[in-house]
Nanobody, 115 residues
Framework: QVQVVESGGGLVPPGGSLTLSCTVAKNGLTIYAMGWYRQAPGKQRELVARISSTGRTNYADSVKSRFTISRDNAKNTLYLEMNTLKPEDTAVYYC?????????WGQGTQVTVSS
């Protein structure tokens, strides 16, 4: 079974920065694409950024040029560097790891952007 654990959330003022991490315990399974999603209160979960096993990335329009997704395959870790944060970035951020037939999710980490 794959275990996915996020960390790094917190409270940050508008314009601030935060970096999220996601560690994946693969237990011998192969992980392909990985991504960050977020869900704000009363809204559906949405894709923030995604990175393929070869490093190809794509971003939601709302975070382009502000967020950077990266992965360290040797450490089985996914990152999301978030800059110039806005109040509308407030949400629970979830890490997703895609196996060959199953999608694995973490429990989420809260990011709150407020003064």
């Amino acid at each position: 079974q794959v275990q996915v654990v996020e960390s790094g959330g917190g409270l940050v003022p508008p314009g601030g920065s935060l970096t999220l991490s996601c560690t994946v315990a693969k237990n011998g399974l192969t992980i392909y694409a990985m991504g960050w999603y977020r869900q704000a209160p009363g809204k559906q979960r949405e894709l923030v950024a995604r990175i393929s096993s070869t490093g190809r990335t794509n971003y939601a329009d709302s975070v382009k040029s502000r967020f950077t997704i990266s992965r360290d395959n040797a450490k089985n870790t996914l990152y999301l560097e978030m800059n110039t944060l806005k109040p509308e970035d407030t949400a629970v951020y979830y890490c997703n790891a895609q196996g060959s037939a199953t999608s694995y999710w973490g429990q989420g980490t809260q990011v709150t952007v407020s003064s």
